[in-house]
């Protein structure tokens, strides 16, 4: 715990809560405007669904989150049905580059996001 | 045994896999109001006395209703072994009459009610209409809580049970029963200069209709915009009123819309081409949207996308009514 305690989080780092629920709701506009990956999002509760990218906000920043790898696996595995791939993944990983850097997070911290985020890969893409 | 078994009035149910509680009880002969089966309705309300509910039935519910257990029954499915106590959510029920019915254009009816004790809700909220028998349907109000009556637009619904049945047979006087208030689509004030956004189609206008009167009260002074779409001319009501409010408020715009026979006092065309030709940049606005589900959720998606912020973003869908594939009685 000492470690982590004494190196703050991104998500701290970042402005914690307050900082996430402005940063989902542009990163979400830009996942549902982009027509690549939007049709995954066409026939679902847009309020659960903005409340899922905060939580993997939350996540991939370090944040306090109750998402694991689990979870991540079953969440998808109907949209990998569906075709879901790589192009898609690269296109939401996208998305949260542009995101964090239209909010101003320095570009370390953007490095470091990306990197968890691209840690997600095999459990979104039930690999 | 992980069966899932439902107590209720003193008598145990059990659950098929995967069954709502809901519709265990029904198919085993326990009458329980409903309307949506999904959850949006909250005419199944129940109160469990013991037992794990989980949290997905008991979404859009207020705070005191949570606390005191009630849950929807129709969204209801506990995980395998739970043994669940149950009861009906009559202590919530308030008892109403009838007061009137009339006629507010050709499919929508003005149905007023009184209710023994005056009920707190604000305008813009729903509540689930009770008739005797038990069969339950949700409206808008569109009164404000000082006008004592509580007043609800009701569209003609061919073979509709309520609808018909207030249309056809329900006299002054009639006994019935309200629950509720439920739903967050409603006007607090604060944010003064803020624009505001109001779309809904056919009897999608009641709840509109209390809130935009309610934020003129409350002395909003931003512009207010109010669309009110329809099929046809004759789908359109309450007209004469709203313009009769927008000449007495400047800052407030009355659009009613129709896809065939425009005039020159009703637009043409479809809703949302309308909204973004007159609010181009809705960014920072605050919008409520209630109607049928597929222009509230596409319209909600879509000023989702041109810049309004979730948290400003207030819809009611009314879901119809959705009948078990086996059942064919009243409820
Ligand atoms: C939150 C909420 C708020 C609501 N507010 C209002 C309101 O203010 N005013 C209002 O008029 N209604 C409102 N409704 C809808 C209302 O609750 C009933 O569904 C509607 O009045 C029909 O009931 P009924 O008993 O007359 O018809 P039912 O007997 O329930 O229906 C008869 C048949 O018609 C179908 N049907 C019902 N409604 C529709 C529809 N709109 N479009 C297509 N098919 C339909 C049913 O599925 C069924 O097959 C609201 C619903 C919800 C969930
Ligand atoms: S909320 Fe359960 S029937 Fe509508």
């Known amino acids: ?127 | 045994m992980s069966r899932v078994q439902v107590k209720h009035e003193s008598k145990w149910y059990p659950l098929e896999p995967e069954e709502s509680v809901l519709d265990g009880l029904l198919r085993q002969g326990v009458a329980v109001p409903n309307s949506c089966r999904a959850g949006a309705c909250q005419s199944c309300l129940m109160r469990a006395t013991s037992g794990d509910v989980p949290d997905a039935a008991r979404v859009g519910l207020k705070d005191t209703l949570r606390t005191q257990g009630y849950f929807l029954a129709c969204i209801c499915k506990p995980v395998a072994g739970t043994r669940l106590e149950v009861s009906g959510a009559d202590a919530l029920r308030v008892p109403a009459r009838i007061d009137s019915v009339a006629s507010l254009s050709s499919s929508v009816l003005r149905v007023r009610l009184s209710t023994t004790a005056p009920l707190d809700y604000r305008a813009g909220q729903y509540v689930s209409l009770l008739r005797e028998d038990g069969l339950a349907r949700s409206y808008s109000l569109a009164s404000l809580p000082r006008e004592g009556l509580l007043e609800l637009h009701v569209r003609r619904i061919p073979g509709g049970q309520m609808s018909g049945w207030l249309s056809e047979h329900a006299r002054a006087g009639d006994a019935v029963s309200v629950q509720g208030p439920a739903g967050s689509c409603f006007y607090v004030p604060g944010r003064f200069e803020q624009p505001l956004l109001l779309a809904g189609t056919g009897t999608g206008l009641a709840p509109l209709y209390g809130i935009v009167r309610d934020a003129l009260e409350s002395g909003h002074t931003g512009p207010i915009w109010l669309f009110h779409g329809a099929r046809t001319p004759e789908g359109l009501y309450l007209s004469e009123a709203l313009r009769e409010l927008a000449s007495r408020h400047s800052g407030f715009n009355y659009r009613p819309s129709v896809l065939t026979g425009g005039s020159r006092d009703v637009a043409e065309g479809a809703l949302d081409v309308l909204i973004r030709a007159e609010c181009p940049k809705p960014a920072g606005f605050r919008a409520f949207l209630c109607g049928d589900s597929d222009l509230v959720l596409s319209l909600r998606k879509k000023l989702f996308l041109s810049g309004l912020s979730l948290k400003d973003l207030h819809a009611d869908v009314f879901l119809p009514s959705t009948p078990r594939a086996e059942a064919s009685g009243a409820r």
């Open chain 1, 1 to 127: 715990m000492s470690t982590a305690a004494q190196q703050k989080s991104v998500y701290e780092q970042i402005g914690g809560e307050p900082a996430m629920a402005a940063a989902v709701e542009v990163f979400y506009r830009k996942v549902l405007s982009d027509e690549r990956i939007s049709h995954f999002f066409e026939d679902v509760d847009m309020e659960r669904q903005a409340a899922k990218q905060k939580a993997f906000l939350t996540m991939v920043t370090g944040g306090p989150s109750s998402y694991s790898g689990k979870d991540m696996r079953a969440g998808h595995a109907h949209l990998v049905k569906r075709g879901l791939n790589d192009v898609h993944f690269d296109a939401v990983v996208e998305h949260l580059r542009s995101t964090l850097e239209e909010l101003g997070v320095a570009a370390p911290l953007v490095a470091q996001v990306l990197a968890i985020a691209g840690g997600a890969r095999a459990d979104v893409l039930n690999r």
